[in-house]
């Protein structure tokens, strides 16, 4: 026989609301810290699962999220930066006993109508949108539909509009002075789909804005524009090292790009930072000492996991935009160590 939420009251010497209150995690600030853990460790011992199906009957809900992230090129749920805040989002409502519903879409989808269908599916409760593109069909669908949502790195003007980011300009604007302090004046760009993605634009935007602050000419044949892979990156260095004037730096909008140029480098027996210097931006975990941005991908996921569960359980919003600050990863594929070793020998 099915343990019910009964038998843990009666063996917990609690009343059924205050063992509800923990299996569902609602009002819990009502329940003492030690009721609250022997509560939960009679649940492991009978073995209760709660139902629910019958707890969405009850509470006309589906306990289920539904997180959804965009690709470009082949699907792929190994990406470094979605594995991180997709941990981030389970490590909320995991705690919450809810249900992650992974969805992912093509950028180049033909029948948008996918979206409202699922927008409009009745399957979640809620949507955390990781990355969607620019003016989509998704999410216009979001806003003129009922349900609560989040948006992850992406940003839009609209106070109404709930979205958790990092401060991307100030990332790349960083990393654009750091090498201009090493003695870089050549630095080329490998800008991602600056179209579709508006993260990548104001990356881009601020590359530009560093280079005329520091009356640096903007070349044209040093940036190039591709979608957000290791291929870019190794064919900006294909288009780059053609170029009778080459860049002596790189910038990859993100670090899966800046990994492609390090690999096509290498392959063409170039050797980083020596003859050429390498940045990117997420800091995701990588064997090639890559200088980078770090952004909090785990804490953004979770940031907005919480946004969403307020709007869920219809509590006041703290707010409605949620700004990550970035910081400048120094590592070896800069070279800020061979300036160092310069500095050394000329004082000598």
């Known amino acids: 026989m099915a343990i019910t939420i009964k038998d843990v009251a009666l063996k917990a010497g609690v009343s059924v609301a205050t063992v509800s209150r923990v299996v569902n995690q609602k009002d819990i600030h009502k329940v003492g810290q030690k009721t609250q853990k022997r ?20 509470t006309r809900r589906t306990y289920n999220i539904g997180v959804v992230f965009f690709w470009y090129g082949q699907p792929t749920l190994s990406d470094p930066y979605l594995a991180s805040v997709l941990d981030g989002i389970l490590s909320f409502f995991g705690e919450k006993q809810y249900n992650i519903l992974m969805n992912t879409f093509s ?27 620019v003016e989509s069909r998704f999410f216009q669908d979001l806003k003129i539909g009922s349900l609560p949502y989040v948006l992850i790195s992406h940003q839009v003007n609209d106070k109404g509009v709930c979205f958790v980011d990092c401060l991307n300009t100030h990332g790349v604007i960083d990393t654009v002075e750091h090498l201009i302090s090493l003695g870089h004046k050549k630095i080329a760009y490998v800008a991602g789909d600056t179209e579709y993605s508006k993260n990548f634009l104001d990356r881009f935007n601020a590359y530009k804005y560093v280079l005329k602050k520091k009356n640096i000419p903007y070349r044209e044949e040093w940036v190039y524009s591709g979608d957000s892979s290791e291929n870019a990156g190794i064919k900006a260095v294909d288009a780059f090292l ?51 941005v770090h952004q909090p991908t785990h804490q953004m996921g979770f940031e907005a996991a919480k946004m969403l569960w307020n709007q869920i359980e219809k509590k006041p919003l703290e707010y409605t935009h949620r700004f990550f600050p970035t910081k400048l990863v120094v590592r070896e594929s800069c070279g800020f160590y061979l300036k160092k070793t310069k500095v050394k020998e000329k004082k000598r």
């Open 39 to 58: 509560i939960e460790e009679i649940l492991k011992e009978l073995g209760y699962y709660p139902n629910t199906m019958a707890r969405g009957l009850k």
């Open 107 to 133: 950028r180049n989808v033909q029948n948008q109508a996918v979206y409202t269908n699922f927008v409009n599916s009745g399957l979640v409760d809620g949507i955390l949108a990781i990355a969607p593109p």
């Open 242 to 292: 053609k170029q009778k004037n080459q860049p002596t730096a790189i910038i990859g909008a993100n670090d899966t790009i800046a990994i492609g140029v390090i690999k096509e480098l290498r392959k063409k027996g170039l050797k980083v930072p020596e003859d050429m210097a390498v940045c990117g931006f997420d800091d995701v975990p990588n064997e090639f000492g890559l200088t980078t």
